[in-house]
């Protein structure tokens, strides 16, 4: 009957690695719960099922944890799309200043921009410094 605990605790622990971002961490032990469920529905007493548990989840961290970490990891080395934008040149199509707000091109898209350096005029090309919320700040290139 504990192999039925063994499996509950096994779903719970995956449930866990769903909802929160351990990368792999509840799943591990979740392989442990199993492999525990299955030595107790063979009869195992209570020892070796937390023997067998402890054992396959220490294994389980320690060897598969990092090799899927690392499969993983390249979606997490990309740009987002703001820091993309950065470096980009772009072209003004509504004049900017310091002080007052202006439309620059870039990327094919139209942005709100500030200057870092003084009076920009429409169809000078500029390159985006830094983004601060929606508006880019750029200078004359």
Request: aromatic fraction near 10%; glycine fraction near 8%; proline fraction near 1%.
């Amino acid at each position: 009957m504990s192999w039925i605990i063994w499996i509950i605790a096994a779903v719970i622990l995956v449930i866990l690695e769903i909802v929160t971002t351990s990368l792999f961490f509840f799943s591990c032990l979740a392989v442990g719960a199993v492999f525990a469920g299955i030595a107790s529905a063979f009869g195992a007493g209570i020892w070796i099922q937390v023997a067998i548990f402890s054992v396959v989840s220490i294994v389980s961290v320690s060897f598969i944890r990092p090799l899927l970490k690392k499969y993983m990891k390249t979606a997490d080395s990309k740009k987002s799309n703001i820091d993309e934008i950065i470096g980009k040149e772009a072209v003004v199509t509504e004049n900017i200043s310091e002080k007052s707000q202006g439309f620059v091109k870039v990327m094919g898209e139209i942005w709100s921009a500030f200057s870092e350096s003084g009076e920009i005029e429409k169809g000078s090309a500029v390159e985006v410094v830094s983004v601060q919320g929606t508006r880019l700040i750029v200078r004359k290139k």
